[in-house]
């Protein structure tokens, strides 16, 4: 039964935190797949990507997520989980997949720590290059898009409650 929800999009989109908020409305559980991850390695984020590189991480991530088996749970999974075809059509068998969109520059404006933010990018690639090679495979995955450009993140997770018929629309 398809009764998770996974959010997908660039970093800094807002899966994580309205992940938070969706879970919490609709009285499911919640799981950030990045920590997962950082579970499963021992490490942060970043230091996986500058120890193995992209690929090895991408690799990572696609067993990770492919491994999801959870019931009633929204699953915020990291950017670069559209790379792994395994993952991918696993989370779509057990959840609707919701692409949280947002503009370039509105991510742009709300990502200040590139470094440390352990985003899947190869060296020379610009994140303006990463978010052109991403967006197809987001339309590509996802069953719901949502634009997260401009609303709160509070209101976000009520449009995704809504769309997705966990609540009734305008409550």
């Known amino acids: 039964m398809k009764n998770n929800i996974i959010l997908i999009g660039m970093p800094g989109c807002g899966k994580s935190t309205v992940g938070v908020f969706l879970a919490k409305i609709i ?10 991850i950082q ?3 021992g490490k942060k984020l970043y230091e996986i990507i500058d120890e193995k590189g992209p690929d090895a991480f991408n690799r ?17 999974t990291g950017g670069s989980v559209v790379y792994g075809k395994e993952a991918m059509e696993h989370l779509k068998s057990i959840g609707t997949v919701v692409y949280l969109y947002v503009t370039p520059e509105e991510l ?27 967006s197809p495979l987001y339309e590509k995955y996802c069953d719901i898009k949502i634009d997260c450009t401009k609303a709160s993140l509070s209101k976000n997770a009520v449009r995704i409650a809504e769309e997705t018929g966990h609540i009734k629309k305008g409550l």
Do not use: C, H
């Open 27 to 36: 009285g499911y559980d919640f799981i950030d797949s990045d920590l997962l």
């Open 39 to 41: 579970s499963r390695e």
């Open 60 to 76: 990572i991530e696609n067993e990770v997520n492919a491994s999801i088996n959870v019931n009633n749970t929204v699953i915020a």
């Open 108 to 134: 742009n404006s709300r990502i200040d720590n590139f470094a440390t933010r352990g985003i899947s990018i190869r060296e020379g690639q610009t994140f303006e290059n990463l978010y052109e090679e991403r």
